[in-house]
């Protein structure tokens, strides 16, 4: 922290950015917190607090998740499979062509199961 800046104050921003992201990373990846659940929220504040958004907020979503796997999270088998798949769709390289968008509305169709 500079000198002179309000310790408090700048953790008071902190949170409230940390949230601000956390909330938008739910709107462009709406599929985590359904995933999640209310372990959304409070797993994502715990992994922005060290981490800076690199890349914009798809790729932080992506960040998160792998986060979270790494670490063998969520613990309940159906939504680590979940987690992990949807992690595996958008994590390498996306089809191409008219089809591609078929392919994606199957696949998001198959997490919310």
């Known amino acids: 922290m500079p000198e002179g ?7 008071v921003q902190s949170r409230a950015l940390a949230a601000k992201r956390a909330g938008v990373v739910a709107k462009v990846a ?8 209310r372990e959304f929220r409070p797993a994502f504040l715990a992994y922005a607090r060290s981490r800076p958004m690199n ?9 998160f998740v792998e986060h979270l796997l790494i670490a063998g999270r ?13 992690w595996q769709d958008r ?10 968008r078929l392919v994606r509305a199957a696949r998001h169709a198959l997490v919310r199961r």
């Open 5 to 11: 800046f309000d310790s408090r104050r700048l953790g």
């Open 30 to 37: 709406p599929e985590l917190p359904e995933i999640l659940g």
């Open 55 to 63: 890349g914009g907020y798809c790729r932080d979503a992506l960040d």
């Open 74 to 86: 969520p613990e309940d088998p159906v939504a680590h499979r979940r987690l992990t798949r949807w």
């Open 91 to 100: 994590s390498g390289n996306r089809p191409q062509g008219p089809a591609a």
